[in-house]
């Protein structure tokens, strides 16, 4: 069932939104067959009394659209409720060796998860147990283990309630080992933001994008990965708001929208033109070009200072809000343009159109993706991007401020309910006080550092709360070997997957309703929340009945294994939180002073906002200013230019959600049939003599002794800049050195991945990674 290595065809690309999306949609339909009722489900997504997508974190406006749900946001939902289902007559007949060989693709395709599964070593193969079974076996081993030596991962779908107990659980248990999927992702975000200007989330609210001048745009794919920031992108363009997009990629999605549910656009196939400029970066040439912007405006600013006329630098702001502004303006200055031409890859002229836009602009937004976090130098390209948004005064005031667009639905509220390796971002004394017990105070593993450890066989189990880690994280051939022996593993999961097919010497994959499907407690049905991009908060409630009557909501398992392992503890009534889910965010409320009232203001509409000291220009920073980042590189990747080599950026489909694989379209790209592609500029191909359609293989060229490879890439053109190629995540993440990440937070650098092209198929030390 592997996928083989096939020509990809490549196909007319059309605007984002329109017929394709629909098409998109029919086509996940039909493959998965859902239970009754989903139409109606779609209807009411994302929207007050709804289920909230399980899809992407992008806002919720209080005044929903007549759909308020995107192209992919239907494929994540359609997907959860497949009629299809994975029993343990399933794994009666596949040993795991076996399942070794199946596509990501396929593995998700057996449908959800029907009971709690024990893995039986002696026969390879997963095998029926019941919850008692699971908790009691989970509960001994983990109370046999040094609690030091276990790892609690979240992947950023798990709700406030969910995620707070695992948190607790941890803590409790005894470690602050809790890695979750932001340490892939935005975790560059939360520290860079952090020190910079006080705060680890974006400033923006969803309201500013209507007051907007103009948009700087950096290395984000909304039409792929957050469809309905199209709509408010649409919507600003068209009142005269102006798009600059920085992307290696022309992905489709920021050049022309055609909205689905606006019959007009639909009949006559024209949508808006959303880029007013969209500028090719390289890879890693953000903060090159960002200085290019920051000399155009100086120069611009002092030359007006000299005629006497009014500067363009804010400097009242500078000189209220802001430390270290000289020092970067002086570093402005020194900087040579051939070297931002150089590093950037982009042209001088080209700069200047983009500093006009941001001079003429009252208010502008900076919003930025992947293309930013997963970088080496990321952190300090956030920095660059925030000193830009300083230098007028850009933050903290209605229609500007810097918005990062997050992932996965529920991964910034997981953060910020102490689902965090960082005991000084958690009110640890506050814990102590509500709970009785003295919360471990060393500071825990991230992603990178838990690799480490189970490498070095210091991490002896991972328990994990949705996800495919395995699958997720760089290193991932040698990260395989090393994970089955540990001692415990445990996944709680909606879906089988490649991290389920290398267990612990004892493991247990744990299947758990999903956010659409009705969670009926003691008490009665329960509802769950989850925190968007722009820190509000909303409710979400299922309608669908669970896919099995064996599933258990995610937080009655962990509260099942919290049970089971910790000694009892008076303050800690596990069956109570179960049966009531109102009493967790009174816990919550009472740990956290933002979520007061959280109870009474569940039905808000639009979600209650958090606050962000931030956005009213509060810093909360070492120098209670607005920290200015002075960069020290112009490129944020980790290894240079050399002969033969080039920089990968790998990426999402149009097709995907993570390591769950819808398809083998990729339609926003033109791109369709296959994923084992090396997408390559033309003038690259021929100077290294290559054709179209040819196969290859991927080497890493990281100059250190591990060879890394990924064999069976057929090559194929595309307009990407000179010395950077193109794939997809995860089918190269075993090209990712595992310490190849940012230099702050960890995040794996995996958008500039140093590689070499070899030629001739398959290689002894390689191995097909299309599964
Ligand atoms: N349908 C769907 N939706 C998703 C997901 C999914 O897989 N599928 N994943 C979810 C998750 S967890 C996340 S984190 C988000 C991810 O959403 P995004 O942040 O959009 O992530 P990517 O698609 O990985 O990459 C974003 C863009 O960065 C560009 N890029 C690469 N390198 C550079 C660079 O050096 N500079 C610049 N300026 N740009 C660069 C790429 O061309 C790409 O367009 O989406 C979420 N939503
Ligand atoms: N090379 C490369 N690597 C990357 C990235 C990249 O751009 N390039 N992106 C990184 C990013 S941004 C992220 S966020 C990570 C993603 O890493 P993860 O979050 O670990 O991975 P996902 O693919 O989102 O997890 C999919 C699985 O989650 C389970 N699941 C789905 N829904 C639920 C649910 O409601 N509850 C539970 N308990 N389980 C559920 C299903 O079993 C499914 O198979 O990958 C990172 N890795
Ligand atoms: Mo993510």
Redesign the pocket.
Same mark, same amino acid.
């Given at each position: 069932m592997a996928e083989k290595t096939k020509l990809v065809k490549k196909a007319r690309v059309g605007a984002a939104g329109g017929w394709g999306s629909v098409r998109g949609i029919v086509e996940v339909y039909g493959a998965e067959h859902p239970v009754p009722g989903v139409y109606r489900t779609l209807f009411q997504l994302n929207k007050p009394g709804g289920t909230m997508c399980?899809s992407c974190a992008w806002g919720k406006p209080a005044k929903p659209g007549l759909f308020e749900v995107c192209e992919n946001g239907a494929k994540a939902t359609i997907w959860?409720l497949t009629s299809d289902r994975c029993t343990p007559e399933f794994f009666a007949e596949h040993s795991l060796a076996d399942l070794r060989s199946w596509s990501d693709h396929d593995?998700?395709m057996q449908g959800r998860?029907t009971e709690p599964l024990r893995y039986d070593a002696g026969s390879d193969r997963y095998v029926r147990c019941g919850w008692d079974e699971a908790f009691a076996g989970i509960g001994a081993a983990l109370r046999r283990l040094e609690p030091q030596s276990v790892v609690f991962?979240a992947?950023?779908?798990?709700s406030l309630e969910t995620s707070y107990l695992y948190a607790l659980f941890a803590r409790l248990y005894g470690h602050n080992n809790l890695p979750d999927?932001?340490n892939?992702?935005?975790e560059t975000t939360s520290v860079s933001l952090k020190e910079h200007i006080g705060t680890p989330v974006g400033t923006c609210v969803l309201d500013d994008f209507e007051h907007c001048d103009a948009i700087f745009y950096f290395g984000q794919n909304p039409a792929t990965n957050s469809g309905r920031f199209l709509h408010p992108l649409q919507k600003a363009v068209r009142r005269g708001c102006r798009l600059i997009v920085f992307n290696p990629v022309i992905e489709k999605g920021l050049l022309e929208f055609i909205d689905p549910q606006n019959p007009v656009e639909m009949l006559t196939g024209t949508g808006t033109r959303l880029a007013h400029q969209y500028l090719q970066v390289k890879a890693g040439g953000d903060i090159a070009a960002i200085i290019g912007v920051c000399k155009h405006l100086l120069e611009r600013d002092e030359a007006a200072l000299q005629q006497g006329k009014p500067g363009i630098l804010d400097r009242a702001f500078l000189e209220e809000h802001c430390h270290r502004s000289e020092a970067f303006l002086a570093q402005v200055r020194a900087t040579a343009w051939e070297d931002i031409e150089a590093h950037s890859g982009l042209s001088r002229d080209d700069l200047s159109q983009a500093a006009t836009v941001y001079a003429e602009a009252e208010r502008v937004i900076g919003v930025y993706g992947?293309g930013l976090t997963?970088h080496v130098h990321g952190s300090q390209a956030i920095g660059t991007l925030l000193n830009l948004l300083f230098l007028r005064g850009n933050i903290g005031r209605p229609g500007a401020g810097i918005c990062p667009v997050r992932?996965?639905s529920n991964?910034q509220g997981q953060r910020t309910v102490g689902i965090s390796e960082k005991p000084e971002l958690v009110p640890l004394e506050r814990l102590a006080e509500l709970f009785d017990f003295e919360p471990p105070r060393e500071h825990g593993l991230a992603t990178v550092d838990a690799c480490e450890a189970i490498r070095a066989g210091t991490v002896k189990a991972f328990v994990?709360?949705?996800?495919? *880690?395995l699958?997720?994280?760089?290193e991932q051939e040698a990260m395989e070997q090393a994970w089955v022996k540990q001692e415990l593993t445990v996944?709680?999961?909606?879906?089988? $997957?490649r991290?389920?097919l290398f267990p612990g010497k004892e493991a247990w994959l744990l299947p758990?309703?999903?956010?659409s499907e009705i969670d009926v407690q003691a008490s009665g049905p329960q509802v769950v929340t989850i925190e968007d991009s722009f820190s509000h908060i909303h409710v979400s409630s299922g309608r669908h009945p669970p896919a099995s009557p064996h599933l258990r909501s995610?937080l009655a398992i962990v509260a099942g294994m919290a049970k089971a392992t910790l000694t009892p503890n008076p303050r800690c009534d596990w069956d109570a939180w179960v049966a009531d889910y109102g009493k967790v965010r009174d816990l919550i409320a009472a740990t956290y002073p933002e979520f007061h009232d959280f109870n009474a203001r569940l039905q808000t509409p639009g979600g209650f906002y958090r606050g962000n000291p931030a956005r009213e220009r509060r810093w909360q920073t070492a120098s209670g200013k607005a920290e200015f980042t002075l960069p020290s590189v112009l490129s944020s990747l980790g290894i240079g230019d050399a002969p033969g080599r080039y920089h990968l950026i790998?990426?999402?489909s149009n097709d995907q *959600? $993570?390591?769950?694989i819808y398809g083998y379209s990729d339609r926003l790209r033109g791109l369709e049939g296959s994923r084992m592609v090396l997408l390559m500029n033309a003038d690259d191909m021929t100077a290294a003599g290559l054709y179209e359609g040819q196969e290859v293989s991927l080497v890493s060229d990281a100059g250190d002794e591990t060879a890394r490879q990924v064999d069976g890439l057929r090559v194929t053109t595309f307009a990407l800049p000179c010395g950077c190629v193109g794939g997809y995540?995860?089918e190269?993440?075993p090209l990712?050195p595992l310490w190849y990440h940012d230099e702050l937070s960890k995040t794996?650098a995996?958008?500039g991945?140093p590689v070499r092209i070899q030629i001739g198929g398959v290689h002894g030390n390689g191995r097909a990674a299309a599964r």
């Open positions: 399980t959860d593995l998700e998860l991962y992947s950023g779908r798990a999927s932001s892939m992702c935005h992947m997963q992932g996965h991964v994990a709360l949705g996800g495919n *880690f699958r997720a994280i760089p996944s709680i999961a909606t879906k089988l $997957n991290s389920h758990c309703l999903v956010r995610e790998t990426m999402r *959600f $993570n390591t769950t995540y995860p190269l993440n990712i794996p995996a958008k991945v």
